[in-house]
């Protein structure tokens, strides 16, 4: 490709609302255009990485023997319905749109839809399809988003076994290509515990680069190798023990006082020797859920524990009808018929302080057991920067940023059996087909291979997707012998196999090393007349200061074998 010929242009500053340095970098080079709020385009340059990895996927895939198909319709429409996370959802497809699930699982339905019509006997067992497409981001905020779009270009991938064995085998073949293609592009991913879907998943792994400012939370621990996605995450005792004994139940004024914090002020306490009361509507149902005051609920936890597709917070009206005085509500004598959830966060304390359900009112000393109940305790609040490791001791969470790369998953078989994703086995029996979900986001690679891998300068791009493998800069236009060099240099290369872009612009030198730097092709070679006067071929490489000469007759074969150090090199 000669640089005159190339439609997409370079700069030497982006505009100022470029969060991250892979969306200025990708910008300034020529490889992605936002043309407005939500769309950008792969320009040739920028698509050119996004198929390389294309294709590396593809080939990894194919190693496995797995069948690659095309939905020409994303969607089977009226099939299925994709609800709001605030709705009702009862079928067992429901999905939710939340920053909570970074990695979209677009085209599922179509996935199932289509098993259900070709595949119906263990003959057909294992087998793993998998497809290229486009999905939502499923980020809400697109100034968060590594590229600001609402879409994303994946690789989907289902594989179906007729046992538990055989899905793990194909689970750790599917990690080892996600750990490959990682490699390839220069990423270093955190592999995080990551939320479940209700009744459908029983394990997810998520793959996440770290990326200052990045969309995606989690919690990773500063001492063992414990990391999950926020809503995943878990922590170890966080309890307190300042008092010694159970003091008498007291009932005080606490006038306008309704938040944790005002009676925590009024009362001269701390927030965390308060309960917090918090009422959900599930499925027609009131739950109440208490959790220590300092704290916050995990609704993607508490969703799971109580098996429900979908949680709306009680309106005041429901707490009325129910005798609840909303404000000052009490884990003490609820009424009949409302489910109660203790958070593990109120497991150690004594001596809490909680509504009194009367209007300006609250009680001093609630204990638990006294006074609630024995009830199991479950995990269902938020971390916390600096929470206790759950995994090893001394260890503490530290919550970071990232960027959700890749998610695994293994379905439970009682979601596939409800589906009738069925199967018959070699006794004629008909059992639901064990199910695995795979999916990469290939957009969001290539932002994280700029995010790990630039310089002042520009992008340094991994051998294995960069957008061409040598950047050929004639330094002088005027100067006819020159041009005829590097015109058959270029020829060569192009021969041999190696792509090549040749900037033959009448620009200046200074123009071109910079484009070349800011481009990050792994290898530059430059024609100039000083060097040509000795017979040749100034070579560098992207990541190194060292120039290296190649002699005119032998040029492409040095050139080759420099493309393979630097391979080796990555």
């Known amino acids: 490709m000669r640089m005159s010929h190339l439609m997409s242009n370079t700069y030497r500053e982006t505009s100022s609302d470029m969060n991250f340095i892979s969306r200025s970098l990708l910008s300034r080079s020529g490889m992605i255009r936002e043309l407005n709020t939500g769309v950008s385009v792969f320009l040739p340059l920028g698509f050119r990485v996004l198929k390389n990895i294309e294709t590396m996927i593809r080939k990894e895939m194919d190693s ?9 319709s994303p969607m089977i429409p009226e099939k299925f319905k994709i609800v709001d996370k605030q709705e009702q959802g009862h079928h067992p497809l429901t999905r939710y749109k939340t920053d909570c699930n970074p990695i979209a699982m677009p085209n599922e339905e179509v996935f199932f839809h289509l098993i259900k019509h070709e595949v119906s006997t263990h003959r057909k067992l294992p087998l793993l399809l998998h497809h290229f497409h486009n999905g ?12 600001k779009t609402t879409d994303s270009h ?46 459908k998943e029983n394990l997810a792994y998520l793959f996440a680069g770290s990326v200052d400012k990045g969309p995606l939370k989690y919690a990773a621990c500063n001492r063992c190798s414990y990391a999950a996605e926020f809503y995943s995450a878990s922590n170890g005792f966080y309890g307190y ?45 009131l739950v109440f859920v ?40 009490s884990p003490i004598n609820l009424p009949d018929g409302i489910e109660v959830v203790l958070d ?37 609040g938020l971390v916390r920067n600096k929470d206790p490791c759950p995994r090893c001791e001394n260890g503490i969470l ?24 069925c199967f018959s086995d070699r006794n004629g029996k008909i059992k639901p087909i064990i199910l695995g979900q795979y999916t990469i986001g290939l957009d969001r690679l290539v932002s994280s291979a700029v995010e790990c891998g630039h310089d002042s300068q520009g992008i340094c791009w991994p051998s294995a997707i960069a957008p061409f493998d040598v950047y050929l800069i004639l330094l002088d236009t005027t100067d006819k012998r020159l041009t005829m060099a590097a015109d058959q240099l270029y020829g060569q290369l192009t021969c041999a196999g190696i792509d090549t872009l040749y900037d033959e612009r009448d620009v200046s030198a ?18 100039s007349r000083r060097n040509l006067d000795k017979g040749s071929f100034e070579m560098k490489s992207r990541r190194s200061k060292t120039i290296e000469f190649a002699q005119q007759e032998t040029a492409v074969e040095l050139i080759q074998s420099f493309l393979q150090i630097l391979d080796l090199e990555k």
């Open 510 to 527: 200074g123009v071109k090393f910079n484009d070349a730097d800011l481009i990050g092709c792994p290898l530059r070679v430059t024609v």
């Open 64 to 72: 496995i023997k797995a069948q690659e198909i095309y939905l020409l």
């Open 344 to 380: 593990k966060s109120l497991e150690w304390g004594r001596n809490y302080v909680a509504g009194a359900n009367r209007y300006g009112f609250h009680l001093k000393n609630v204990n638990i057991i006294r006074d609630i109940g024995s009830f199991e305790y479950v995990d269902i």
């Open 290 to 329: 208490a959790i220590r005051g300092d704290r916050d609920v995990n609704e993607e936890k508490l969703k799971n524990h109580l098996n429900a597709h979908a949680l709306i917070l009680a309106e005041d009206s429901l707490l009325h009808d129910h005798g609840i005085v909303p404000g000052y509500a």
């Open 398 to 421: 530290l919550l970071k940023n990232g960027v959700a790369l890749a998610h695994m998953s293994k379905y439970n078989p009682d979601f596939t059996d409800q589906m009738k994703i």
């Open 154 to 199: 994946y690789n989907g991938a289902f594989s179906l076994h007729e046992s538990t064995a055989s899905l793990d085998d194909y689970f750790d073949l599917i990690y080892k290509i996600y750990s490959f293609v990682f490699d390839e592009c220069g990423v270093l991913p955190i592999l995080l515990e990551s939320s479940v879907v209700p009744k």
């Open 136 to 147: 939502p981001s499923n980020y809400s905020n697109l100034q968060n988003n590594l590229l």
């Open 241 to 285: 023990s300042d008092d010694d004994i159970e003091l008498p139940l007291e009932e005080v004024e606490t006038p306008g006082r309704e938040t944790i914090s005002e009676v925590a002020d009024f009362l001269c306490i701390p927030e965390y020797k308060t309960i917090k009361a918090v009422f959900y509507k599930v499925d027609s149902e």
